[in-house]
């Protein structure tokens, strides 16, 4: 077996992959959102009469220059009734915005972003005019007319646009080698110990090959694509799993399987996310197919045992507590005296009637 198949699994590529095993980073989670928007005890800083902001976590670097395509996630809410109805970092897709060219009701949005440096998240506040406006959202239904915005915004980062050309305007090759730049810069970073911005040019390098982009593609370029993008989706699931963001490694991984169902990699790093997250059966189904492919991968042969020392560990501890709900019956208490003095005089009543029973059938013989 060559060497990028012996190391499928653990993690070690030297083209396209990145090792994890000794980083101890923490990259700050995406805020919840179940009650809606954060609550921010911090300045407002006013951008413009209509756009409000406060920050979350402060970024790092430049700001980006108008016409600049920015890579961000976000989500938003309606102000008034705290709706939430969009979430790139749901959808796992991270949003381009070219600044200076955003659509009418991004450009609250646009304001925005542009006063955020790399590695920044805050909240914004903007109102109807710059959003969706007095019509509403067609697209949205759940944003009524005149509805006020609450944006959180983190920025990944961007590029400077130079003569003009935006990503839309690349060729196929064009878009292909500046992700792979990303992918590249990426690992440069996770070498250097710089997990959060590793991560981050993984992210810009994907949305170079967005959903509507990779559709239009077939054959080579296709698969030149693909030999980018998954490989920055499999790095991002190796920093989730030492991050212990299990839910999001696997939502990684699952994406490159949408790709190729026999990817060693992503069922492995599925698998170790699953049995984290005590899914043993889920995660054992991973690991054996992942073997089918890679059967003298130490490291899957390694992962199987350890489930099944798991599921050996479970079972004799179900056992020994099966083994106190049906051990024997407790013997029975003695019973009191007064008890036995009752039982003695009803058999003493019931031997007397049988006696006067039997005298009655003599002396009527």
Known sequence: MDDDARDQSNGVDVKDDIVTESSA?????PSQ???????IDGEMEILHEKVKKQIIKEG?????AMSSTCFLHYRAWT??????????WQEQRPFELVLGKEKKEMAGLGIGVASMKSGERALF???????????????FPNVPPMADLIYEVELIGFDDIKDGKARSDMTVE???????????EGNNYFKEEKLEDAMQQYEMA???MGDDFMFQLFGKYRDMALAVKNPCHLNIAACLIKLKRYEEAIGQCTVVLSEDENNVKALFRRGKARAELGQTDSAREDFEKARKHAPQDKAIVKELRLLAEHDKAVYQKQKELYKG????RPEAKPQSDQKNRLIIFWHWLVSLFCRLFKLQRHKED
């Open 33 to 39: 959102d179940d009650n809606g928007p954060l609550k």
């Open 325 to 328: 709900i049906f051990g024997p």
């Open 125 to 139: 506040h903007v109102g109807w005019e710059l959003g969706y406006g007095e019509e509403g959202s067609f697209s």
């Open 79 to 88: 102000q008034k009734t705290s709706h939430k109805f969009e979430d790139t």
């Open 60 to 64: 790092q670097g430049q700001k980006p």
């Open 25 to 29: 980073f923490v990259r700050e989670e």
């Open 206 to 208: 994907i949305a170079y």
């Open 174 to 184: 064009e878009r292909i080698e500046a992700a792979d730049r990303r992918k590249v």
